[in-house]
């Protein structure tokens, strides 16, 4: 079992930066691949990053890539997402997800355990 507690959302202008983290609990951490995923307002839950269990490999979602870094800190047991030059479209609650699996990391049906997660809004 893995519970997973998300925090540091907020309100942030056009073109700023947030840093999310995501706390895990129990310890066969390492062994979960991670990611984080959002879902806007009517819209459907979509992939943002995901990390392999020993951080060597990274996915990002197209909307993402190149301004969201995703890192682990498995001894920690925490899983964070850097948020750089963010854009409104970007505004939506972003959840933390594990999976004991790296089939196929930028879908939802994989992924064990969910977070509750956490509001970012990006004002214009």
């Known amino acids: 079992q893995v519970q997973l507690v998300e925090s540091g959302g907020g309100l942030v202008q056009a073109g700023g930066s947030l840093r999310l983290s995501c706390a895990a609990s129990?310890?066969?951490?390492?062994?979960?691949?991670m990611a984080w995923f959002r879902q806007a307002p009517g819209k459907e839950r979509e992939f943002a990053a995901a990390?392999?269990?020993?951080?060597?490999?990274?996915k990002f979602g197209d909307s993402v890539r190149g301004r969201f870094t995703i890192s682990r800190d498995n001894a920690k047991n925490t899983v964070s997402l850097q948020m750089n030059s963010l854009k409104p479209e970007d505004t939506a609650v972003y959840y933390c997800a594990a999976a004991s699996n790296w089939a196929d990391p930028r879908n939802s049906y994989e992924y064990d355990y969910w977070g509750q997660g956490t509001q970012v809004t990006v004002s214009s």
């Open positions: 129990g310890r066969t951490f390492s062994s979960y691949a």
């Open positions: 990390i392999h269990w020993n951080g060597d490999r990274r």
